[in-house]
């Protein structure tokens, strides 16, 4: 066991007289506690993945509201149908040519129609072209004064019009920061525990507030992962038998409810003071390709008559159902994540022409599940990764955390190994989502050291269609955090990316957060490019 982690556990076993000798103590009060989240429980790290965690989360710290305690009215906040957006010129003057930057100008106004005169607010960019089916995403950089610059690399030649999308004001994100501090406990789990015919349901959670009732330890024994059970009545902790989401907490102060309305202050267009399109032209006569991007920002790739293009060195290529086949003949492909993943997964056993679904009697959104093509000797699997993803009626026998399951795999040149890990975390102090990708990092480390042929690809956030209910657990501004938090981690890392971020901010169908089969046979494509970068050439 970990030395930090048996340290740990044993102050907590000192503190509440727990027996080592059981594998699923009683735990009398919450555990080791850091950070100002007084009752949830963090997993123990090293010194150094200390150091590397508070500058991960120096880097990525949004801008705060100018009043530690915000006394705001509904009119100093964001009215997008007040602020604009302007094209700059082209430095130099003259004509718009592929590989130019693009810089828009962004200037945030209350519904006073006022400058606002602080930053924070959370705004999306994209350059498209509908009739090109063309798109990229743009770089935003707030000036903490009111003012935004969006930046977009051009290229494709052809008319391309900037959209600008406000999706929280400042006063939102203030909002958002304070449940995550004071509730990260606002969506609750609950587990069945059963024992013959007698069975009681109750609470779950890493954030379990202070209470007399006993609590189950179910802590990760290999990878020291937090999760605790409010204990049974009249069962053992023995008896849990499944994991699943429970209620929603919603506790607002006056008026905040008024900061997320859709179409109105947030996931609204920004409309523009002037021309809101540029006309760019270029000598050269083939299609864009990737090596026309050049200068301060290079987005990760762009939208061309539907296809994505990578600006990241691997070449995407369009792969036929039969083509598939022949990409991942003898390879076993192991999907593990939440149900973005699950996406993939089920995208594959449809297209696949050979491939069938093997019949494991799971459950629809947990599964496990697992297909095969004998003829081809290719087989493709779908985990959940672990808690806080719990499906209602998630067996607790099938719950698998990355880490353990990457530490199982021997590798090697045809293993493809495929995760995401990010929606289910976003009610949590980032120090817990932080800390389980540090987990999964070690894993995927041994794994590459022992079989470096090993194909590794990661999943990132993305943007998706937001309530009230969604802006409050799963805002694409937690996302946005825990995108950065990933990238930070896993940088330096033989490991590939699907830049689900890019790719849907910049493809013209609407942002969801399951997105729509054509953006899903990009991102395949993207996978099957990694996978095989020759066989189309």
């Known amino acids: 066991m970990n030395r930090n982690l048996k340290t740990k556990l044993g102050k907590i076993c000192h503190d509440t007289k727990m027996d080592w000798n059981k594998s699923k103590p009683v735990v009398k009060i919450p555990g080791h506690v850091t950070s100002n989240h007084s009752f949830c429980t963090f997993r123990a790290i090293s010194p150094e993945e200390a150091l590397e965690e508070k500058a991960i989360l120096e880097s990525i710290a949004w801008p705060r509201y100018p009043s530690l305690q915000p006394d705001y009215s509904l009119i100093n906040t964001n009215n997008p149908a007040c602020g604009s957006f302007t094209i700059l010129p082209r430095r130099g003057g003259g004509k718009w040519h592929i590989g130019d930057q693009l810089e828009v100008m962004v200037q945030i106004h209350d519904y006073l129609c006022r400058p606002k005169k602080y930053g924070g607010d959370v705004l999306l960019a994209r350059l498209h072209t509908p009739a090109l089916e063309a798109g990229v995403a743009g770089q935003v950089v707030d000036h903490l004064n009111g003012s935004y610059s969006a930046v977009f690399t051009l290229l494709w030649e052809g008319r391309a019009e900037v959209q600008v999308t406000l999706v929280h004001s400042s006063e939102a994100v203030e909002v958002l920061r304070r449940l995550t501090v004071q509730q990260p406990d606002r969506i609750n789990f609950k587990s069945l525990f059963r024992s013959g015919s007698e069975s009681e349901s109750t609470n779950c959670n890493i954030c379990l507030r202070p209470s007399r009732t006993p609590l189950c330890n179910f802590t990760d024994v290999r990878t020291g992962e937090p999760w605790f059970c409010h204990k049974p009545k009249n069962l053992s902790c023995e008896s849990r038998i499944d994991c699943s989401k429970g209620e929603f907490t919603q ?66 290529q369009d792969f036929s159902p039969e083509q598939m086949t022949q990409c991942l003949k003898g390879k076993q492909v192991h999907l593990y994540g939440d ?157 590939r990316l699907v830049d689900a971020w890019e790719m849907i901010v910049a493809h013209h169908l609407p942002h969801k957060l399951h997105p729509e089969p054509p953006i899903i046979k990009n991102m395949i494509n993207v996978i099957l490019s990694y996978t095989c970068p020759d066989l189309l050439s």
């Open 339 to 495: 149900s973005t993943i699950r996406q993939w997964f089920e995208y594959l056993i449809e297209v696949l022409p050979n491939v069938n679904k093997f019949d494991l009697h799971t459950k629809k959104q947990p599964g496990p599940f697992m297909a095969l093509d004998h003829t081809n000797n290719i087989m493709v699997t779908f985990h959940c990764h672990g808690p806080p993803l719990c499906f209602v009626g998630s067996l607790t026998s099938q719950v698998r955390y990355i880490a353990n399951e990457l530490d199982g795999f021997a590798g090697g040149r045809d293993t493809v190994i495929v995760f995401g890990i990010w929606a289910h975390f976003s009610t949590f102090p980032l120090e817990v989502y932080i800390r389980r990708l540090m987990s999964i990092r070690g894993a995927v480390v041994r794994l590459l050291a022992r079989a470096p042929e090993t194909l590794v690809v990661i999943r990132t956030a993305n943007v998706k269609a937001l309530s009230l209910y969604v802006a409050l657990t799963n805002s694409d501004w937690y996302s946005m955090q825990h995108d950065k938090a990933l990238r930070a981690v896993f940088r330096g890392l033989d490991v």
């Open 251 to 316: 506790n607002l102060r006056l008026d905040e409810e008024k900061l997320f309305v859709r179409k109105v202050n947030m996931k609204v267009h920004i409309r523009s003071s002037g021309p809101s399109d540029v006309f760019v032209t270029s000598n050269i006569k083939d299609e864009p390709n990737s090596t026309l991007s050049s200068g301060r920002w290079t987005p990760s790739g762009f939208y061309y008559r539907g296809a994505w293009r990578s600006l990241s060195g691997t070449a995407v």
